[in-house]
């Protein structure tokens, strides 16, 4: 199931060549279904990550087969290990050729991917508080990103596909959202109005926010529409410093 390199990744992987992208190969090493709709596979890295290094919200590039035609799409690591040169990946599955892969991915499978255009910058000074606005999507980097920010409080507004209450975390398709109740202030808020009501719920609750808030971090990674008018908001509007507000669309509403 490993996607030749002789297969060439189009026009999109000659870009990426350009970039100093560079390729691996990674190989499954088990899989197991979290919920109906998510599937977490395990692979090795083909030695990445003695390659790169590792940070937060750390991202690559896979490429698939789409009906004859190279096809990539981009995925958060989860847990990775420099030392035993792994991690896992986290899938949604709707319909589609990377879903499809997942599905029937097996130990022993293997998959190209190239690494180009992800990075961290640890926030200097360190933030008194995060403002962190993510979605399914993104929970495996907002998960990341909790653990490397340590100990410092977080208000975390989650767009979820369904009506989980503020403060639980039914909304999360059942995956693993890494919250600690006594310093992250979970609010769910359901998709409404293309992310609309999402981006109105941040900008009533964020001044009063910010008044409490010394040296404040915004970290936005919703759709990329929902996303540019919060980055908006934050640079403009509120004129927060640009190296305290990191946003990155993670996909297109269609």
């Known amino acids: ?17 350009l970039f100093r992208g560079k390729d691996f190969t990674f190989t ?11 599937r977490r596979l395990h692979l090795s890295d083909g030695g990445m990550l003695a390659a790169t290094g590792v940070h937060p919200t750390m991202w690559v590039r896979l490429w698939f087969d789409n009906a004859g035609k190279p096809h990539q799409r981009a995925y958060t690591l989860v847990d990775p290990d420099p030392a035993a040169g792994t991690f896992g990946l986290e899938f949604a599955l709707h319909e589609g050729c990377a879903s499809d892969w997942a599905r029937s991915a097996k130990a ?7 690494v180009q255009g992800t990075g961290f910058t ?3 000074p360190a933030p008194s508080r995060v403002l962190a606005i993510a979605d399914t999507a993104s929970l495996p980097a907002l998960n990341s990103l909790l653990e490397a920010v340590g100990t410092a409080p977080a208000t975390i507004w989650f767009e979820t596909a369904g009506s989980g209450a503020d403060g639980d975390a039914r909304g999360t398709d059942g995956l693993p959202l890494r919250v600690d109740p006594a310093r992250h202030d979970l609010r769910t808020v359901p ?6 009501h999402l981006v109105a719920q941040v900008r009533a609750a964020v001044p009063e926010l910010l008044k409490e808030t ?35 669309g993670y996909w297109r509403a269609a």
């Open 191 to 196: 998709r409404l109005d293309r992310g609309a």
């Open 1 to 17: 199931m490993g996607q030749g390199r002789a297969q060439g990744h189009g026009w999109e992987g000659a870009v990426l060549r």
């Open 28 to 38: 499954v090493l088990g899989a197991e279904d979290v919920t109906e709709r998510y």
């Open 108 to 114: 022993g499978d293997t998959i190209e991917a190239t």
């Open 122 to 124: 640890d926030p200097d």
């Open 214 to 248: 010394a040296d404040p971090y915004v970290w936005i990674a919703c759709d990329t529409a929902t996303t540019r008018s919060l980055a908006a908001y934050f640079r403009k509007e509120l004129a927060l410093p640009k190296q305290r507000v990191n946003a990155l």
